[in-house]
């Protein structure tokens, strides 16, 4: 069975500082990963996956995450917050093959303050 | 912004009706989803689709249903609301396709459900 953890509920972090929202994840065989965000009272929005290829995938709004295999995560970061930012973050994952549903992490919500 | 639909955004209703959340998305996606989740928390996956005449139930038990007679409708219905069934139910569709499109899920605006 497939799952994700994302050991923070909440992340705080300064306006301009580098933030890091972290995610592992067990999975049989090659992962597909992905981050999407959640701003209050909206749906969630893609923000990256990782499909093969290159380690650190670039997504919307300067966000980027590194895939480590041997880890086995996933962490979004971004080298400067914006309060903007502040929102819940969701990781999932799922199999490269066989089942197309994807398991979601609890979320974290990432707090920017001025 | 995804072309997936949700209505209505709101809804505020009494013990015993019956309800139908309506899903729309102009993708032409194959597979649909639907969500519950509490404000700010986890969600559950309650019924999936992966194309039409397709549906099975998600991990989280739930009391509604579903169908799927057309690609780019997804009704849930609630056949008698409980004020358990409160909480904000979210619909998504994807496409897996070719690969490189890796199941993509882009999600409606959701629909806050409000059972007195």
């Known amino acids: 069975a497939q799952s994700v953890a994302q050991p923070e509920d909440q992340v705080n972090v300064a306006e301009g500082n580098p933030l890091t929202v972290k995610c592992t994840y067990s999975?049989?065989?090659?992962?597909?990963l992905f981050w999407y965000v959640q701003y209050p009272n909206r749906g969630l929005q893609f923000l990256l996956k990782y499909i093969t290829g290159d380690n650190l995938v670039k997504g919307s709004y300067g966000f980027e995450a590194e895939f480590n295999k041997s880890q086995t995560s996933f962490h979004l970061k971004k080298p400067s917050a914006l309060v903007s930012d502040s929102a819940l973050y969701f990781c999932?994952?799922?199999?490269?093959?066989?089942?197309?549903?994807?398991?979601f992490g609890r979320g974290t919500s990432l707090i920017v303050h001025p | 912004e995804a072309d997936i639909y949700q209505t209505p955004r709101y809804l505020v209703i009494g013990t015993g009706k019956k309800i139908t959340l309506e899903c729309s998305q102009t993708m032409g996606h194959d597979k649909m989803y639907w969500y519950q989740q509490d404000p700010g928390m986890e969600l559950h996956l309650i019924h999936y689709s992966y194309g039409v005449n397709s549906t099975e139930k998600g991990d989280l038990s739930s009391e509604s249903t579903v169908s799927r007679i057309r690609t780019e409708h997804f009704p849930l219905t609630l056949e008698s609301a409980r004020p358990s069934h409160t909480s904000q139910y979210l619909c998504a569709s994807s496409d897996h396709g070719l690969a490189t499109a890796g199941d993509t899920q882009y999600f409606g605006p959701g629909t806050r459900l409000t059972v007195l």
């Open positions: 999975v049989s065989g090659n992962p597909y």
């Open positions: 999932a994952v799922r199999p490269g093959g066989g089942s197309y549903i994807p398991t």
